[in-house]
């Protein structure tokens, strides 16, 4: 694989149930990050992680929680799903050098 | 965080030369400026980053002047494939790690 891969590509949730979207990176990127992306709306930090086994809150942490135990993953959990949570997540990763972002394919989630 | 204005939208033909003003009144020393595009369900994609004056790349242009409140990234002879979602954003790369706060963008539309 080569950059950013995102899993699932789509899925649709029950309300209350939990579900972990998974992030893998393959360029041995220091920071990564999680945003949603609502319907014509641009995109909103939701949490990042500047080195692994670090994580920080964004503009909309609330409802979300990450990890980072390693450099090459970063999951993100939603703990109950409410509707609200009903949007496009996108993974990116950085490096320290450039600051550039590389982007994952996204993940469709609506929660019913 | 320095907060960004740009245009909701722009029309274009093919060929044509495409100026893209984004304003940030507040942004700070460390700040550099960096614009991303967005095709439909993809996630963004760099650009062009710079900090000051002019700086040009194989797609596209970027003018920054000297008080910094403003860029315009330039795009030269767009083509259909250009039309897309262009959003500009300005963060301290000197740890190469942003925090960057996507605005909703400009929607570029070109047409034949």
């Known amino acids: 694989i080569a950059g950013i891969t995102q899993a699932p590509t789509s899925q649709i949730l029950a309300a209350g149930r939990r579900m972990t979207l998974r992030c893998t990176q393959d360029?041995?990127?220091?920071?990564m990050y999680w945003y949603r992306q609502d319907l014509g709306l641009g995109l909103r930090l939701i949490h990042y992680s500047n080195t692994a086994g670090t994580t920080g809150k964004g503009e909309v942490p609330d409802g979300y929680s990450v990890s980072r135990a390693n450099t090459d993953d970063f999951p993100l959990t939603l703990a109950s799903a409410v509707p609200s949570q009903t949007s496009v997540y996108f993974c990116a990763s950085s490096d320290s050098l450039s600051g550039e972002q590389f982007f994952g394919p996204g993940t469709r989630l609506t929660v019913l | 965080l320095a907060k960004t204005t740009q245009p909701i939208s722009m029309d274009s033909y093919e060929g044509q030369e495409v100026n893209i003003t984004c304003s940030h009144n507040n942004i700070a020393t460390n700040d550099y400026i960096t614009w991303y595009q967005q095709f439909p369900s993809q996630g963004p994609r760099f650009i062009i980053q710079g900090y000051k004056t002019k700086v040009t790349n194989e797609v596209a242009s970027l003018f920054i002047p000297a008080d910094r409140k403003s860029s315009t990234l330039s795009l030269p002879r767009v083509s259909l494939s250009d039309t897309a979602v262009y959003y500009c954003l300005v963060g301290d790369l000197n740890t190469g790690f942003q925090k960057l706060v996507f605005g909703t963008g400009t929607r570029l539309l070109v047409s034949p």
């Open positions: 360029m041995r990127h220091n920071a």
